[in-house]
């Protein structure tokens, strides 16, 4: 089943739906491919941050602009995927008086307006907070869902005519005389290959970008750096806490749905696959997490995940805090005489939209055609009904079969999202549910989703087969936390399936999953 | 208030316990913080998944304990496991019993599908044996999350039938609510009937193991009138309905016996003096109250149960502080793979304790007089791994009484 | 976001919602999720709800009203989660939001017009029993007609004891409660007797109603001001050198753990160290030997129903250890759950068919006894109990008071 398209994109996270919604928009017909699910990389790892732009505004004014203006620009489309929490960066007894004024300086320059909160006011917002902090500074930070983003994304580019492929993969780039026309796509789970022609091919794969330039023999300075996140298993505050002190690892507690989420680290690694959250990362979120929200000391943590931040190198030195946040659009034409193929990576999930514009001017630049951008215009379409906390506590009783109990996720809802998608992979209904996201992390709900699933013959191989793929990408999430509750949990969990169940023998997501 | 004896830790390896000293005639109470391991994970009496098939109990038993010179089993040896479960079956006279077949091992159906090691069955289990090689139809619930007949019978071979939702309940129901429903008599003749209606030429139906908390025996045998064909019972996620059976008989039992049984509230801390304890505080606040005896058991069960307790740094028993054998470190705890083929090392952590199961350090000496360790507090084993947890706790729980009531 | 004053805060439990494991046990113990899909159970209930709950945010979990209030959930969770009072704290905030009905604050308040109930016993005895009233009370009122309100009893136990004169060795003050004072004054009646059979010069302290319904109801602040009253006589009475007993355990429970626990009131810890429940009391006497134990034979086949207040009192079953020693009488111990009545819960016409399906369990375990009478220590069950199975229902205080003393049948009433 060969395609010919006009775009074809590689990426399946925010930018890449972004850059497939504002093409369709335009009306260029476009493919984009994506080896996993939507937002399986960095848009769907990272802790959900709603940037206003001030963390950035002290060290990189550039960067903090396209934030608060990008932000603005997404509480208008996006509502629905946004919780506006508000956020807070406040001063502890430790963090420099001179940096807070620089902070609040640098935050009108680039346009985000703040307040100024004593001590007391700032813990009768947010009883948790040490009660030691000094100060605490207003900013219109907010809490993102970037599953559901990139989703509405998907969803809209759909609609407006382009076409996407989940898991499959890009094995070559078609290329004709110092011009790229397409690729050569592999569906991962049937194995089926077939060609995609095209005029144009966007690179936004973010840390993969390198592994897809390989394939035309190019390649880019890139850093990766691991960012490592913890979450608790209940909600500790009701706005983003940041640390106001310059960037630095363990500086931000977001509120997410039900819990909260502490972040990050700033690891270089050579993997793009490196989601290993080592035991010092652990200790340094508690720590420093701790002196802004005291009670994470003894709070249940649920799981520990990472993210890779593919940050581009423009030259300078300089740890990977100092890399600028920016994004950066290479046209390979110009740069490496190979055209038709760009690489956008590098910025920000908050920028996914801007860069997604700019992708696409140019390809319209170079297509000669001059449509304007509409993104920013256009809200994005709701995917599915999406249930605040307090709605879902609402309708559990009498409200039928809640499959998932720590996250109240029914049936209903599953039976749903099955009518919304083309089943492939139990994968690509956990990043669409909350199911498996609570305090249990699947142990209770995966099973019965699988029941769920083999009822309605949709597990073509052994449910077992799953399920303990399942556990094994569970454990690694809770493997980096397991002590007090954690490891209580773990016994239940362990006691069931290996017990109860007797279940043995490791088996990978994906490896001969196409038996 | 003063006993003879004091067992803090109600699951099986306590009441087990309890239950043995009581017979010696002493006085006794039993403390237990909650329901625990027991009512989420027994169904069956496991023994040991390497029993092989074949080989007797007794000469199983001996060449493990060859083998696992430090296994909780070879502290009690194989004549006193024998005679604790022959202890622990004498409260369960049939028509509810536990049984084995043969001298080894039977593989039981499970909720996943799978067939599962275990040495003495319930009689409402009896007939799953043997569903692998003559099939079967496994029947579950609309509504009941717990079970999906559909995804066990296609791994076990079997038809399944799934029940549309009942009168009695609305879209959902729990194993409890399930098992209340099994016992009613008209329950059981409207799915009865049903069930009936869609058997093909299968000779047994297997269920969730929901049939009654306290008559299973009865709701069996009820439903077999009304289908036509044997009935039995297939494990399922915790709670576990078999597992309130036994505790329920156990408390019954131990009440009806005069001995003190508190549940509900943990002890805090125990009164040392050298190397005896002298009693133990019970919280219920604002309350502390405080019980002596002359002996105690610990058998509080591991994380779930609340015996062990892990912080980021290490593992430690917090009513008697005493030495938990454990890995170094945290990061050897667990391995980098769930399932890998060799066992955490977290799960051989606990109390190390000498032939009579007192407590002693990483040198072997004795650290309490006066107190006795059963269940799977214990080092040495891996019960999820072994199949060994009823065993285990049924062994050491009896032994832990005869060595403490020794005179 | 509301604020709670840092007072109140303190006195509030915190929640240890994230001890949970979610294994589910209390599901296979909450009497009330085990009959109806319209309370989703404690784990949900409680810890499981605690994660979407908001500062601030209105109640939207409504069917937390259908929380009876058993604690057995705290009892079978081996992670000690408080679960029954992160209820109890949803409940009062749901109520306080909604409002409550004229009807809650009648069930809850009887003690401003037991009096009157007494009074005017007679009338209103019959007034309770008539039909048309019944039906009155249930369409204005939303009490269940098929429930029998108690009746009111003249002269109240208080009254009765002013004319009694109690003497012994040593003191002991009695918590009565208000249905022993205005609805089973024989209860009373019994427990001043077997004091006075064992030595004791009972006294009566000034005493409110404890306030367990308004909790059982949600409302803090009524609990607190009952408690508020009462703990300052409790003190009076401990500080001059005598324990107290009591012989409800719902009121103990109250007084013992709650008022300490739920509502902080000054005082309560020291009050709590020196109140016994009446059994439990008795079985101290027992363990130093100093029991009066001259029981004469009471052929009799009783069951004991432990109410779930007195488990939580963690005392073990000690009416049963001291009738145990009685000859003659034949005791099985009932192990069924809950009554189902849960204090005021039973009346209530929208969950009277709940509290009567869990009460069914119960039943059908004494119908399996078949005792010629029923044992139990909480007002609530004996009123229950009877209107299930019809039996004669008493406090175990009875049965020991017949034993100890000559009694004529007529008396045993």
Known sequence: ?515 | MHFDLIVIGMGLSGLMAAKTASESGSKVLILGKGMGALCLFSNTIDLLETLPKGMKLDEGLSQWIKDHPQHPYSKVGAKIVEEALTSFTSLFPLPYSFVSAGDGNSLLPTGAGTLRPTYLIPTTMVAGASVREQGGLIVGFKGFKDFYPDYAATLLGCRSLTLPPFRTFHEEITAAGLARSMEKESFREEIGREIRREMGNETRVGFPAVLGVRDPWGVKKGLEETIGAEVFEIPILPPSIPGMRIFNRFKEWLVQRGVTVLLGHSVSKAILRGRRCEGIRVSNPPLSSFYSADRYILSTGRFVGGGLVANEEKIYEPIFDLPVSQPRSREEWFRKSFFSNLSHPVHQAGILTDSSLRPVDDKGERVLENVWIAGSILAGHDSTNEKSREGVEIATGYMAAKCAMKK | ?413
Request: aromatic residues 6%; contains cysteine; hydrophobic residues 40%.
């Open chain 3, 1 to 413: 976001m509301t604020k709670v004053p840092m007072t109140e805060a303190k006195v509030w439990p915190t929640s240890n919602a994230d001890a949970c494991i979610r294994c589910a046990t209390c599901m296979a113990i909450c009497p009330v999720s085990r009959v109806t899909p319209l309370f989703p159970g404690p784990k949900q209930a409680g810890p499981g709800a605690e994660r979407f709950r908001r500062p601030g945010d209105p109640s939207v979990d409504s069917w937390i009203d259908l929380c009876i209030g058993c604690h057995l959930c705290d009892m079978v969770c081996a992670s000690g989660v408080n679960i029954s009072e992160l209820n109890l704290l949803a409940k009062a905030k749901y109520l306080d939001e909604k409002g409550r009905p004229l009807r809650d604050w009648l069930l809850t308040h009887t003690y401003l017009y037991g009096w009157l109930g007494s009074l005017f016993s007679p009338v209103v005895n019959w007034l309770l029993k008539n039909s048309a009233i019944k039906w009155m009370v249930e369409v204005i009122l939303k009490i269940d007609r098929r429930r029998q309100l108690p009746g009111y009893q003249s002269p109240t136990f208080r009254q009765w004891f002013r004319s009694h004169h109690s003497k012994g060795d040593r003191r002991i003050a009695y918590f009565y409660g208000c249905y022993v004072n205005t609805n089973e004054v024989e209860v009373g009646k019994a427990t001043v007797e077997v004091l006075e059979a064992n030595g004791f010069e009972v006294t009566l302290p000034a005493q409110e109603c404890c306030g367990i319904p308004m909790l059982g109801n949600g409302d803090f602040k009524g609990a607190r001001k009952m408690g508020l009253q009462n703990v300052p006589n409790l003190l009076k009475t401990i500080r001059s050198g005598s324990e107290i007993i009591f012989s409800s355990t719902s009121c103990g429970h109250m007084i013992r753990h709650e008022y300490n626990r739920l509502l902080g009131i000054p005082g309560s810890e020291e009050v709590a160290e020196h109140i016994f429940d009446l059994f439990e009391f008795l079985r101290n006497l027992k363990e130093s030997g100093s029991l009066n134990t001259h029981f004469k034979e009471l052929p009799l086949k009783a069951a004991y129903f432990a109410p779930c207040h007195l488990r939580s009192l963690n005392i073990g079953l000690p009416a049963l250890e001291i009738l145990r020693l009685i000859p003659g009488l034949q005791l099985e111990n009932i192990d069924a759950d809950c009554c189902g009545l849960g204090g005021t819960f039973g009346f209530k016409k929208e969950k009277y068919e709940i509290s009567q399906e869990i009460g069914k369990d119960l039943k059908q375990a004494i119908d399996r006894s078949k005792p010629e009478i029923v044992l139990t220590d909480c007002e609530g069950c004996r009123l229950q109990i009877r209107h299930l199975t019809g039996l004669k229902v008493l406090h175990p205080v009875q049965v020991l008071r017949d034993a100890l003393l000559q009694r004529t049948d007529e008396e045993m009433g």
């Open chain 1, 1 to 515: 089943m060969d395609i010919k398209t006009e775009v074809l994109i590689i990426g399946g996270g925010a930018t890449g739906t972004g850059i497939a919604r504002d093409l369709s928009l335009r009306a260029i017909p476009c493919v984009l491919v994506e080896k996993g699910d939507l937002a399986s990389g960095a848009s769907g790892r990272n802790h959900g941050l709603l940037h206003s732009g001030a963390r950035y505004a002290v060290s990189d004014p550039e960067a903090a602009r396209e934030c608060i203006s990008e932000n603005r620009i997404l509480r208008r489309i996006a509502g629905h995927c946004i919780e506006e929490t508000g956020g807070l960066f406040i001063s502890l007894s430790e963090d420099s008086p001179q940096f807070r004024e620089r902070f609040l300086m640098a935050c009108e320059e680039a346009g985000i307006p703040t307040a100024l909160y004593s001590r007391d006011q700032a813990l009768e917002l947010e009883p948790e907070l040490n009660p030691d902090l000094l100060s605490a500074v207003k900013v219109p930070d907010g809490a993102i869902n970037p599953f559901e983003l990139v989703r509405a994304n998907a969803k809209d580019a759909e609609r407006h005519g382009a076409k996407l492929l989940f898991h499959t993969g890009i094995t070559s780039l078609l290329i004709d005389q110092n011009q790229v026309r397409g690729g050569l796509a592999l569906d991962l789970l049937s194995g089926e290959d077939y060609k995609i022609e095209a005029s144009f091919v966007v690179n936004a794969t973010g840390a993969w970008v390198n592994q897809v330039l390989k394939l035309a023999g190019l390649r880019i300075d890139m850093a990766l750096s691991k960012g490592s996140m913890l979450i608790t298993n209940q909600r500790l505050n009701q706005r983003v806490i940041n640390r106001c002190r310059p960037a630095s690892d363990g500086d931000i507690v977001v509120p997410n749905e039900t819990v909260s989420i502490l972040g990050t680290t700033s690891v270089r690694s050579e993997e793009v696959e490196d989601f290993e959250v080592t035991p010092p990362e652990v200790s340094l979120l508690l720590t420093e997490a701790s002196r802004m929200i005291p009670a994470i000391r003894g709070a249940r943590l649920i799981r520990a995940y990472a993210g890779i931040r593919p940050l581009f190198q423009s030259g300078g030195t300089g740890g990977d805090r100092q890399i600028s946040r920016s994004f950066a659009l290479i046209d390979h034409g110009e740069r490496d005489g190979l055209k038709n193929l760009m690489t956008i990576t590098g910025g920000k999930l908050i920028t996914y939209r801007l860069m997604a514009e700019r992708t696409s001017d140019l390809i319209c630049r170079k297509m000669g055609v001059d449509v304007s951008c509409s993104t920013h215009l256009k809200p994005l379409p709701v995917v599915a009904e999406s249930l605040r906390p307090k709605d879902r506590l609402q309708k559990i009783a009498p409200g039928g079969e809640v499959l998932c109990d720590c996250e109240l996720v029914r049936r209903e809802e599953l039976e749903e999202i099955l009518e919304t998608m083309q089943f492939r992979d139990i994968r690509d209904i956990l990043h669409r549910t909350r199911l498996a996201k609570g305090t249990c992390q699947g142990g209770f709900c995966v099973y019965r989703l699988l029941g769920l699933l083999h009822e309605s013959g949709l597990v073509k191989e052994s449910p077992n087969k799953v399920l303990k793929a399942f556990l094994e990408e569970r454990w690694k999430g809770i493997r980096p936390i397991l002590w007090g509750g954690a490891l209580k949990e773990e016994e239940l969990i362990e006691s069931i399936y290996k017990g109860i169940f007797n279940l043995k023998d490791s088996v990978e997501f994906g490896v001969g999953s196409s038996e």
